[in-house]
């Protein structure tokens, strides 16, 4: 089946380590976008990419970092500079075009402090 | 700039009865519209979209919404709620007139809460 798979489920990042978290989509998608979702906050835009070796910042990009390598691939660096990383992470897909289609998402990882 | 409002945190239905959903929008230009629902620890899926077209669109499992261009709003609507139907909703906007693929804007999300 084709889809987006994020890994780990679960990650505990240790104060002053760099961590970074994988998706991986198999539906052929251009656009890629990572997403933080915090409890009565919605989610929030951090980075997307339309095409490969390019990425744009989204709202909330301090302190994280990404790289699209290859199509199937966005993975998200959540850096040291992030104070406050604990949140659950989602990565979605779509076909790149003037914002009309909508966009699927993998089941997330969920970040913690140590 | 664009936003979006669901002004409940939380909406409770009875099995078998109508439910809404409500959400506004505010754009610069025109709006293209979702609904997503989310359960728990897991990623989003989405329901429906207006584009153009019908204001009333219909989506999966049964739900609906309105568009409203004079309101600015899109509610997300089912006639008979089934418990199954609980979960956490999410409205969402994309200003189609700033072109490009940047990422949709999500409302804070409304939790469905269908009692049996």
């Known amino acids: 089946d084709g889809g987006i798979t994020q890994s780990p489920k679960y990650l505990f990042r240790k104060e002053g380590q760099n961590v970074t978290l994988s998706c991986e989509q198999n539906l052929n998608h251009d656009a890629m976008y990572w997403y933080r979702q915090d409890p009565g906050q919605g989610l929030r835009l951090i980075y997307y990419?339309?095409?490969?070796?390019?990425?744009q910042k989204g709202d909330i990009a301090e302190g994280y970092s990404v790289s699209r390598e290859k199509k199937e691939s966005f993975p998200l660096t959540v850096t040291s500079a992030q104070k406050n990383p604990t949140a659950f992470y989602l990565c979605a897909s779509s076909i790149p075009g003037y914002g009309n289609q909508p966009q699927h998402f993998g089941d997330g990882t969920r970040l913690s402090i140590l | 700039a664009q936003s979006v409002a669901q002004p409940e945190d939380q909406v409770n239905v009875a099995e078998g009865n109508p439910l809404t959903v409500k959400c506004t929008y505010s754009?610069?230009?025109?709006?293209?519209l979702f609904w997503y629902v989310q359960y728990p620890n897991r990623g989003l899926q989405f329901l429906l979209k207006?584009?153009?077209?019908?204001?009333l669109v219909k989506g999966s499992y049964g739900f609906e919404a309105e568009f409203n261009k004079s309101q600015t709003s899109f509610h997300l609507k089912k006639p008979s709620a089934l418990v199954s139907d609980s979960a956490l909703y999410f409205c969402?906007?994309?200003?189609?007139?700033?072109?490009?693929?940047?990422?949709?804007?999500f409302g804070k999300g409304t939790h469905l809460i269908i009692q049996p």
């Open positions: 207006y584009i153009t077209g019908d204001n």
């Open positions: 969402a906007v994309r200003d189609y007139s700033g072109g490009g693929a940047d990422g949709l804007t």
């Open positions: 754009v610069s230009g025109n709006p293209y």
């Open positions: 990419s339309q095409i490969v070796n390019d990425f």
